[in-house]
């Protein structure tokens, strides 16, 4: 699978701007590479009115959850106890895995005690709507006229996993820019983070109007679950790690990903809701980069060894089977495309396209990752 050619360039070109030439020449020495990571139990919880009577039993629960959490980097293994009913929510604690961060997330994972953490949806909630800026990039009102009502619902669920990421990615760069408070960063990377945490609120606004518009009513995020507070990055190693795991990989992946929706969509409100969402998720990999690059400049050696062996790890992903994910009802995929929702090949497809084409070939350029035939993990398919 080939990526767009002209977003794949010129992301590749801001990439490179932002982490070098300058620094590049600072980040040489191969490193190891390192594993998957382990499988922990978690809990999770799913909306459930009072008036529905009891939670779903254990393997009811498991399908119910697989729903929600659906990504391939956060697949729900199994139920591992009964219910906690409270506050209109059923909560379990599961086992998930977390294969890897290569899979195409639309934003920054809110990461707590190594598990990605999103809001449980709350129904006729309207603060969470698009307003402003968003109501005039004008992708909160989609056509609804040629769908079927099974397909509003499968673009109702679509959009609304779309916007619990996003709105956790409001999080994650309000701890973001803490992290950099706390390591000595420069005014711009923190003002940066905090641009960027506003550009997430918008995402999350467009996501929750698009979910609420094929829903036919309002639906927001419950509070997010932060259990006992949040840590910010005790070094410049951790802060390098997540900046690469969660931007450098995470976020270039998530730009090309809307990139690619916006190319497949013919609605127009969804088309300006991705044109915005993807423009602004190359803006946060540029910074993801940047980071990066002050951080190997300020920390020297031990940082660069940890981001190498993120791109490692990139790297020894493609080399896995792809995560299976569903395919849309026959014959309906290209209407549910028109709208943003993408079949379950170009789900598996497009993170590795996006890894293989654009990833390490501009982790390779800035010398923090050699391929296979150097001494690597696994060479990159194509390069801009
Ligand atoms: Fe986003
Ligand atoms: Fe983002």
């Known amino acids: 699978m080939l990526l767009d050619q002209s977003f794949r360039r010129t992301l590749i070109a801001r990439l490179l701007l932002s982490a070098g030439p300058s620094t590049a020449a600072a980040l040489l020495v191969a490193a190891p590479g ?34 929600l959490y659906p990504r391939c980097n956060d697949y729900i293994e199994s139920v591992e106890s009964d219910a906690v009913q ?6 379990y604690e599961v086992t998930s895995r977390h294969n890897s961060m290569y899979c195409g997330v639309p934003g920054r994972p809110f990461t707590l005690e190594g598990h990605r953490r999103t809001a449980v949806p709350r129904a006729a909630d309207p603060g969470w709507l698009a307003r402003g800026r968003e109501t005039r990039a004008g992708g909160t009102m989609p056509s609804l ?16 996993r779309s916007a619990l990421e996003e709105h956790a990615s409001v999080a994650s760069f309000a701890r973001f820019a803490l992290d950099l408070m706390a390591l000595g960063a420069p005014s711009s990377l923190v003002e940066a983070a905090h641009i960027a945490a506003l550009d997430e609120v918008g995402h999350a606004r467009l996501g929750f109007s ?41 976020e270039t992946v998530a730009a090309l990903m809307a990139a690619e929706q916006r190319a497949r969509a013919g609605d127009p409100a969804v088309r300006a809701a991705l044109e915005a969402i993807a423009e602004d998720e ?7 980069w940047l980071t990066v690059a002050w951080a190997i400049g300020a920390g020297g050696e031990p940082v660069r060894r940890a981001v190498v062996e993120v791109f490692e790890a990139a790297a020894l992903s493609l080399g896995r089977p792809p995560p299976a994910a569903a395919e849309p009802p026959r014959g309906r995929a290209a209407a549910l495309a028109a709208h943003g929702h993408l079949g379950g090949a170009e789900l ?4 590795r396209a996006a890894l293989a084409q654009v990833v390490l070939p501009c982790a390779r350029a800035l010398g923090l990752w050699t391929p296979a035939d150097a001494g690597g993990a696994v060479a990159p398919t194509a390069s801009a």
């Open 210 to 250: 698009l979910a609420s518009a094929y829903r036919g009513e309002p639906v927001g995020p419950a509070a997010l679950p932060m259990p006992g507070g949040v840590p910010v990055a005790a070094d410049l190693v951790s802060l390098a790690r997540a900046a690469a795991e969660e931007g450098c990989v995470g």
């Open 348 to 351: 598996r497809e497009l993170p």
């Open 86 to 91: 409270r506050d209109g929510t059923c909560c």
């Open 282 to 288: 190359a803006r946060h990999a540029e910074l993801a």
């Open 145 to 160: 006229a040629e769908l079927t009502d099974e397909e509003r619902e499968t673009l109702a669920e679509s959009w609304l």
């Open 34 to 67: 390192c594993g998957g990571e382990p499988e922990a139990a978690d809990v999770r919880c799913f909306e459930w009115p009072e008036e529905l009577g009891a939670c779903l039993d254990r393997r009811q629960a498991v399908e119910e959850l697989r729903t």
